[in-house]
C-alpha cells in the first residue's frame, strides 16, 4: 500500500490533529507512515499544509504532481496547494459549494454535532465515506476514540460520523 | 515527531541536565524531554533558560561534573550561544555533551537558512546529519558516545523537514546513568589562558584526526547495478531520504551508486579517497551549503560549485529531481503548470492585545519609526507598526541607533517607538535597554507582555515563576529590571484599554522631547488568547456594526482582526461571531463609531 496524502487549511483550523489522525490509522493498519507539518508564524492564520506518505518512503515531501489525495479545509486554498495533486487525484474541499470538486460543507456538519471545531474530522469522514483513503472509517474512528480527550469525544465523534453520512 | 524522538533519546541516554531556548523548528525538544521524563520516572534537571547563552552555559557546566547533559536551539539561537560554543570546543567536556541546533531551510521560520553543520566545522566539532526521526533518535546516543570517548561536544543537526516529520520510532528503557558530580579543578584547562590556548587547540586538531578515522563514521552504501558506470551520488540529511524517493519515482532505484554521509564534519578520511578516485561523475545533495562538497574539494563534482545545486532555499523533491535530471542526462520531465497562488498570510489573533497596542501606536505617531522584534508581535508590520525585524532583541538597540543618527542632525528628530515581547525582553532586551538608557537615548519602548512565549508554543517566561517541568520557580518581575535599569519614565497599562495606551504614548513622546527626557517604558499587558495558563482576557464585550457603516474599509485594511469581515451582500463590514473574542478593542478602529457594543450579544 502507498498512498501521498496533502491536507491544507488555514493555521488554527486543526490540520495538525488531523494530520496525527491520519498517522496514527496508518500505524494501527500495520503501514510505514512518514509526516511533515507546518508550525511557527503560519500557525497564525496563514495557509499551513501538511503531507502524509503511506507505504514504504524515506522523506516526508511531496513533490508537485504526486499527491494521490488532498484534504482541504479551506476551499481559498485549492490554487495555493492544488499543484501538488497528480491528475487523477481526489481533492476533498471544505465548502459551502464548489462546482467540479467533491466538497462538504464540514463546518455545518461540525456546528450541528456540537462542536465547531470539529470540521477537520467532519471532512475526515466524508473522505473515508467517499473510500479515498487508505483505510476505512472504521480504524479512523478507533484512531479518534483513542487519541481525544474524552471531554470532546463524543462531538468529534459525531462530527466524523456525519461526515460519513453525508458522503453517502 | 522528528523533535519528540530527539528528546526520546535524550532521557534514554540518562542525560542528567537538559537546557533550551524555545524557537522552530526545536521547540518541542525540551518539551518532550519534559513529558519523557515524566513518563518514565527518570530524574533530570530541565530548563528553559533566558536565552542559548545560558542554556549552553548551563549544560556545558553540568557535562564538566561528568554528567551527561544536552542543550536545545533553532540555528540562530546558537549565534546567541556561539561565544560559549566556539570555547568549548578547545576545552573540551567530560559528561556526553550534546548541542542540538535545528536549521530551517527555506526559511519557514527564521531570519536566515544558515547551515549549523558550518557553524560545527568552524568550531571544530563533529556534527551528525540524520535523515529522518528514527535516525535523529539512534544519533542521540551516537552523539553522547562520541562525546565522552573523544571529550569533545557533539552537534546533532536536524532541519524542519526532520524535527516536524513524524514517524513510527522504537521506545527503549531509559540507561540509568548513575553518576554523582564531580567537578576536578584544573585551570590549564578551565580557566585556559591564552598560555595554554594552544595546546588545547592541538588536542582538538588531533581528536578530529581521530574522529576521521573513526570507522563507526562512515557513509552508509546503497550499491548501484553498474548501469550507471562511475557515477555516485552523495547526499546527506533530509535531502538524502528525498533523493531515495526521487529516484524510486524516476524507476532509478538500486541503478546509481549513493552514499549517505551520516556525519558531514570531519568528513571520514578514508570516504574522501575512496570517493575522489574511485568517480569520474559525483554530485552532493546536501542542505543548506556545501560542507560536504568543500571538503570533497574535488573538481569534478557537481554541485553548488557548478550551479547544478541550487545554493539558496530548501532541496524540496521536485529540485532535487531537476538536479538528477540533468546530472544524469535524463529527458527533463514535463513543466508544472502555472505557478500557485501565495496563500493567506499570517495575521494576529481575534482579540490579541498586541493588535490594540499597534493600532495604538500606529495611530498615534503616523510619522513614527517603529523598529520590532522577533515572536508573534513581528505581525505588527500587517498593521504599519513595525518597520524592522532584525534579530531577538535587536528592536530596543535599533531604536537608539535610529535615534541618534536623527538627533544629531539637529533638526526634531522623530517619534521612534520600540516593540519587544516579554520573553523576548527577557532574551537579550535587557543589555539592550541600560544601553539605550545610559546613552541618552531618547525613545519609548513598549513591552508586550503577554505573559507567555506564544509564538514557540507557549513556553513560560521568567516572571511566571513556572519551570519547564511546571514546578515552581522564583519570578523575575519586567517591572523590576525596568526601574533597575535606570528608566524613570514607567507606565503599566491593560493593553485593551485603547484610550488609556494613547494618552500614555502622548505622555512618553514628551517625555523624550522634555529637558530630562530619556527613554520612556510602557509595559502593554494581555494575556495570550490561545494560552490558558496566561489568564482569561480582561474585557468581555459582544460588538456588532451598525447601519451606520459606510464600507469604507478601514477597519478591514488598519485593524485586520479575523473577525471582521466583508459583508457582500450588505457591502459594509460584518462581525464573524464564531471568529469574535469579544474584547471590545474594534470600537476604537471605526472612524464613524459605527462599529459598537452589543448589549443584547451573548457576552461568553
Known sequence: MRQRIIISGRGGQGVLTLTRVLAEAAMAAGHEVITTETHGMAQRGGAVLSTIKVGLFHGPLIAPGEAEVGLFLHADNLPVHGHYLRSAAAAIVNAVNLAGHDFVDAERLAALAGESRAANLALLGFAAGKGVLFVGADLFEQTIRKTTPAKYLESNLAAFRAGIEAAR | ?604
Open chain 2, 1 to 604: 515527531m522528528g523533535n519528540e524522538a530527539i528528546g526520546r533519546g535524550i532521557v534514554e541516554c540518562g542525560c542528567s541536565v537538559a537546557t533550551s531556548y524555545p524557537g522552530t523548528p526545536a521547540s518541542e525538544i525540551l518539551e518532550s524531554v519534559v513529558t519523557f521524563c515524566k513518563e518514565t520516572d527518570s530524574r533530570m534537571h530541565i530548563e528553559w533558560s533566558v536565552n542559548e547563552k545560558v542554556a549552553y552555559e548551563v549544560a556545558l557546566a553540568a557535562s564538566c561534573t561528568g554528567k551527561r547533559a544536552a542543550v536545545a536551539m533553532k540555528q540562530v539561537g546558537l549565534n546567541v550561544a556561539s561565544d560559549p560554543f566556539m570555547r568549548s570546543a578547545y576545552l573540551g567536556v567530560k559528561g556526553g555533551f550534546l548541542l542540538v541546533s535545528a536549521d530551517d531551510p527555506g526559511p519557514h521560520s527564521s531570519q536566515t537558512e544558515q547551515d549549523s553543520r558550518f557553524f560545527a566545522m568552524f568550531a571544530k566539532i563533529p556534527v551528525l546529519d540524520p535523515s529522518s526521526p528514527r535516525e535523529a533518535k539512534e544519533m542521540v546516543r551516537l552523539a553522547f558516545e562520541l562525546s565522552e570517548e573523544y571529550e569533545i561536544p557533539v552537534m546533532l543537526r536536524p532541519t524542519t523537514r526532520i524535527c516536524h516529520a513524524r514517524q513510527a520510532v522504537p521506545l527503549l528503557d531509559p540507561e540509568r546513568v548513575a553518576r554523582a558530580a564531580r567537578f576536578e579543578k584544573d585551570p590549564k584547562r578551565w580557566c585556559a589562558t591564552p598560555r595554554f590556548v594552544t595546546d588545547l587547540h592541538r588536542g582538538l586538531t588531533a581528536k578530529l584526526v581521530r574522529i576521521g578515522a573513526d570507522p563507526r563514521l562512515v557513509p552508509a552504501f546503497f550499491p548501484g547495478d553498474g548501469t550507471v558506470p562511475r557515477t555516485a551520488i552523495v547526499g546527506s540529511g533530509v535531502a538524502f531520504a528525498h533523493t531515495l524517493d526521487v529516484l524510486d519515482e524516476m524507476e532509478l532505484s538500486g541503478k546509481v551508486d549513493c552514499y549517505q554521509v551520516k556525519v558531514p564534519y570531519p568528513l571520514p578520511t578514508e570516504f574522501i579517497e575512496s570517493i575522489n578516485s574511485g568517480y569520474d561523475r559525483i554530485v552532493v545533495i546536501e542542505e543548506t551549503y556545501p560542507v560536504i562538497e568543500m571538503q570533497l574539494a574535488n573538481r569534478r563534482i557537481v554541485g553548488r560549485g557548478s550551479k547544478l545545486v541550487p545554493n539558496e532555499g530548501e532541496l524540496t523533491p521536485e529540485v532535487i529531481r531537476g538536479v538528477l535530471v540533468k546530472f544524469l542526462d535524463l529527458a527533463p520531465a514535463p513543466a508544472p503548470a502555472a505557478s500557485p497562488a501565495p496563500g493567506a498570510r499570517p495575521t494576529l489573533c481575534a482579540g490579541c492585545g498586541h493588535r490594540a497596542a499597534y493600532y495604538a501606536i500606529s495611530q498615534t505617531f503616523p510619522r513614527g519609526i517603529f523598529p520590532g522584534d522577533i515572536g508573534c508581535y513581528t505581525l505588527g508590520m500587517n498593521l504599519g507598526a513595525v518597520d524592522t525585524v532584525h534579530c531577538m532583541g535587536a528592536g530596543i538597540s535599533q531604536a537608539a541607533g535610529f535615534y541618534h543618527a536623527y538627533a544629531q542632525d539637529g533638526a526634531e528628530f522623530p517619534t521612534v517607538v520600540a516593540t519587544i515581547g516579554d520573553s523576548t525582553f527577557f532574551h537579550s532586551g535587557i543589555p539592550a535597554l541600560v544601553n539605550a538608557v545610559s546613552q541618552n537615548a531618547r525613545i519609548i519602548v513598549v513591552i508586550l507582555d503577554n505573559a507567555t512565549t506564544a509564538m514557540t508554543g507557549h513556553q513560560p517566561t521568567p516572571q511566571l515563576g513556572t519551570t519547564a517541568s511546571g514546578e515552581q520557580g522564583r519570578p523575575v518581575f519586567i517591572r523590576d529590571i525596568v526601574r533597575a535599569s535606570g528608566v524613570s519614565f514607567l507606565r503599566e497599562v491593560d493593553a485593551y484599554d485603547v484610550q488609556a495606551m494613547t494618552g500614555i504614548l502622548r505622555e512618553a513622546d514628551r517625555y523624550c522631547r522634555g529637558g530630562d527626557g530619556g527613554v520612556a517604558v510602557i509595559i502593554a499587558s494581555s494575556p495570550c488568547v490561545l494560552a490558558a495558563e496566561a489568564g482569561a482576557p480582561q474585557a468581555v464585550q459582544a460588538v456588532r456594526i451598525s447601519e451606520e457603516c459606510t464600507g469604507c474599509r478601514e477597519c478591514l485594511d488598519m485593524f485586520e482582526c479575523p473577525a471582521i469581515v466583508w459583508d457582500e451582500g450588505a457591502s459594509r463590514a460584518g462581525i464573524s461571531q464564531g471568529a469574535c473574542n469579544r474584547c471590545g478593542v474594534c470600537v476604537s478602529a471605526c472612524p464613524i463609531q459605527a462599529i459598537v457594543i452589543d448589549q443584547e450579544g451573548d457576552p461568553a
